[in-house]
């Protein structure tokens, strides 16, 4: 797998599929689903090395897109990933300050009751490792890997080090359009229409250093990409690309699986959204989970609202069927019943959706820490 860095050129236009007609107002700006990379991507390689369209292509491994912060020199400074859903802010009692709350699995108290779904053994349910009197506040909805590995391992960084480490989206770019008539070239009465870009820093002039801060995006594909530019998203938007500085991508730990058996259990954390046929719970029966060696058991589940997903069909030359996407951040507690040490190391930033085609196109790409469970 080949990484590449790419910069939008302008904000990025990702719509979700909705009808889109005069009454429709404009989709809230969204980041780069896995599919958007993937077409983008591929089209590229086809393009740089002269592969015919056609379904060949699409078999091509894709992974990502994630975000990277770049210093103002334009050299990568840390790896971003989405903020994990058993991670919550809150404001303190007098709304003075925020705080980082951890949610973890945990049974219910004497005469409590639930309603989550019946596994064989029954879900835990999710429930705030500490008690909170204020209401809930905002944070930044991207980490860095770094305060990821460390909140994963126990500690609880402060809102302050996830705020400058990290990266909050700016507010929406919201462009008004009009139709315009083809024959008379004018437009069209009453027919505008909005759109809502991501935006990312402005690109830099000739010779003038990065913005302090500046987010780019990584992705991976099994193949090569000459240095230039690539459309990505709606409106044919421009982004330059190039191959990425060393490895952005984490390495895994040599002793992973040791950890894994050691713990009984992995907490698999999704860096992009899924695709499950399930709905929010991935099928334990085929490839990824139910491979040759792994076992596993679903013990309890942390997620946000579901995610529309839809595109356009270029062979069928129709639109795709809708589905919704269990969103990145998303954090699954599996018990470990059966394991090879190459089936667990199989799992490291591997896409864990529950089709083939999905996976190929980078959804569900998922992090796989050890994680004790208490039963």
């Known amino acids: 797998m080949n990484t590449y860095l790419m910069d939008p050129l302008a904000p990025l236009i990702i719509r979700s599929g909705r009808p889109f007609d005069n009454q429709a107002g404009a989709d809230a700006a969204r980041f780069p689903p896995p599919s958007t990379l993937a077409g983008a991507l591929r089209t590229a390689h086809a393009g740089t090395t002269g592969k015919p369209f056609g379904p060949d292509l699409a078999k091509i491994p894709v992974a990502g897109p994630l975000p990277v912060k770049l210093d103002e020199s334009g050299k990568v400074i840390s790896l971003l990933v989405p903020k994990p859903a058993d991670a919550h802010y809150f404001w303190n009692e007098g709304k003075t300050a925020a705080q980082l709350v951890r949610a973890a699995p945990k049974p219910m108290s004497e005469n409590e009751g639930m309603d989550l779904p019946d596994e064989p053994d029954g879900l835990l349910p999710v429930q705030l490792a500490a008690a909170t009197v204020g209401k809930p506040s905002g944070g930044p909805r991207w980490w860095a890997w770094n305060d990821l590995m460390a909140f994963r391992g126990g500690e609880t960084p402060s809102i302050e080090n996830l705020k400058s480490n990290g990266w909050a989206p700016p507010e929406d770019d919201l462009r008004t359009h009009v139709v315009i008539e083809r024959i008379s070239q004018s437009a069209e009465k009453g027919k505008l229409f909005q759109t809502a870009g991501l935006t990312f820093l402005p690109c830099p002039q000739a010779g003038a250093p990065f913005p302090e801060g500046r987010i780019s995006l990584i992705g991976s594909i099994s193949g090569e990409i000459g240095n230039g530019v690539i459309t990505l998203g709606g409106e044919r938007r421009l982004s330059a690309i190039a191959p990425a500085p060393g490895d952005l991508w984490p390495t895994m730990p040599a002793n992973l699986a040791e950890d894994i058996h050691r713990a009984g259990g992995l907490c698999l954390t999704l860096l992009t959204p899924a695709l499950f046929a399930g709905g929010w719970h991935p099928s334990l029966t085929g490839k990824p989970f139910g491979g040759a060696g792994l076992k596993l058991r679903l013990r309890a589940a942390a ?16 639109p795709r069927a809708g589905r919704k ?3 990145a951040g998303a ?8 394991a090879s040490d190459k089936a667990l190391r199989a799992l490291w930033l591997a896409p864990v959706s529950d089709h083939e085609q999905d996976r190929r196109d980078g959804f569900g790409l998922a992090w796989t820490p050890p994680r004790e469970l208490t039963h």
């Open 303 to 318: 997620l946000e609202r579901w995610l529309p997903h839809s595109g356009w069909d270029l062979a069928q030359w129709q």
């Open 331 to 338: 954090v699954y507690w599996f018990e470990v019943l059966e």
């Open 325 to 327: 996407m269990v969103p």
